[in-house]
């Protein structure tokens, strides 16, 4: 009787010290996995922002003022709108596209901020139309 009680004791012991070995490296996992997801749904937004921008870019008469204007509106939704800053390439003789930039640091954008010391450089969306 008092071996089955001991053998208990160890099981419970070894499933304890199992626990706390597994805990972390799947708490750390989860917390990947959702920064992760976030991050490209950032960076998708930022892509999305920047398209609009190029598209509305591709009228005739508009100036970059009401580009980056349209870009930042699209930003707002998602919260990101005063961590990036956007450029914009008006068209020239030599080269008559479009070009929007999005573009943000990771460490703002980031979840988790800078706890696992991963998210330094930035985020960047871009796209560009002809006119």
């Not at 009787?1 to 499933?15: E, F, I, S, Y």
């Not at 598209?55 to 003022?65: E, I, K």
């Not at 005063?82 to 479009?98: G, I, K, L, R, Y």
Request: one cysteine or more.
């Amino acid at each position: 009787m008092k071996r089955l009680k001991a053998r208990k004791c160890l099981k419970r012991a070894a499933v304890a010290v199992e626990m706390a070995i597994v805990t972390p490296v799947l708490l750390t996992m989860l917390f990947g996995i959702i920064e992760f997801g976030w991050l490209f749904t950032v960076r998708s937004t930022m892509v999305n922002a920047a398209r609009e921008g190029a598209r509305l870019g591709a009228l005739q008469g508009v100036s970059a003022s009401e580009i980056v204007d349209r870009t930042n509106e699209l930003l707002v939704p998602m919260h990101i709108d005063d961590n990036c800053s956007v450029s914009v390439q008006m068209p020239t003789e030599a080269a008559p596209n479009v070009t929007v930039t999005v573009t943000a640091p990771r460490s703002s954008i980031s979840l988790l901020g800078n706890f696992f010391n991963m998210t330094s450089g930035d985020i960047t969306g871009s796209a560009s139309m002809r006119r």
